[in-house]
C-alpha cells in the first residue's frame, strides 16, 4: 500500500529512514555531554532526540531500551503507545493534539526496561509524527525487539494486543 502524500513529503522534508522496529526516523540531536552507566561503566551521550514517523499501518513493534524515552506529539493522526507495566497491566498513552482531542496527551514517558509498542490510530491524515526523546541517550546496542513467544507467555491477558504488535519477520 502506498504511503500517503504528506507523509512522503515528511519522510523527504525532514529526510527520515526506515527503523527495524517500523516506521521512519532521524536523529536530530544526540547531547555532546557524557555520562557514565551500569556496571561495568559505560559512556553514554547524556540525551538523544529522533523524529519518528508512523504511516498507514506501519506500527512500532514491541521493544525495549534501557533508557526512559519521552513521546512528543508533533502531528497527524493520534497515536497509541503501549506499556506493559510491571505489574502485568498495559498503560495506553494516547498522543495528539490536546486541544482537538481531551482524551490525549502532548508527551507522555516510557520507563526504561518495559516493553512498549506504538500503533497510529485511523484518522484522516494517514501519519503520526512525534518526536522521542531518550535519557540517557540512545545506543541500539541497548535496543531489543520483543521475542513474540516469550512476550506471550508473559503477558498473555494481552495476547491480541501483543500478537498484533509482533515484530515483523525480517526477509532474508
Not at 36 to 42: L, N
Not at 50 to 68: C, E, F, T, V
Request: net charge negative; glycine share 8%.
Amino acid at each position: 500500500m502506498p504511503l500517503a502524500a504528506a507523509a512522503l513529503r515528511l519522510i523527504a522534508r525532514l529526510g527520515l529512514e526506515p527503523h527495524p522496529e517500523g516506521g521512519f526516523y532521524r536523529e536530530t540531536y544526540r547531547s555532546e555531554e557524557r555520562i557514565q552507566r551500569g556496571i561495568p561503566p559505560v559512556e553514554r551521550a547524556a540525551a538523544t532526540a529522533i523524529y519518528y514517523l508512523l504511516a498507514d499501518d506501519a506500527y512500532s513493534a514491541w521493544h525495549r531500551i534501557q533508557s526512559d524515552e519521552l513521546w512528543h506529539f508533533h502531528a497527524g493522526d493520534s497515536l497509541n503507545v503501549h506499556v506493559l507495566e510491571a505489574d502485568g497491566t498495559v498503560r495506553t498513552h494516547r498522543l495528539g493534539h490536546t486541544a482537538h482531542d481531551a482524551m490525549t496527551v502532548y508527551q507522555a514517558v516510557v520507563p526504561a526496561g518495559r516493553w512498549f509498542a506504538a500503533e497510529r490510530v485511523p484518522g484522516e491524515h494517514g501519519y503520526a509524527l512525534v518526536g522521542c526523546t531518550v535519557a540517557p541517550g540512545f545506543e541500539f546496542s541497548e535496543f531489543e525487539l520483543a521475542d513474540g513467544g516469550a512476550l506471550l507467555a508473559k503477558y498473555s491477558a494481552h495476547g491480541d494486543l501483543i500478537q498484533r504488535l509482533l515484530p515483523k519477520p525480517s526477509v532474508p
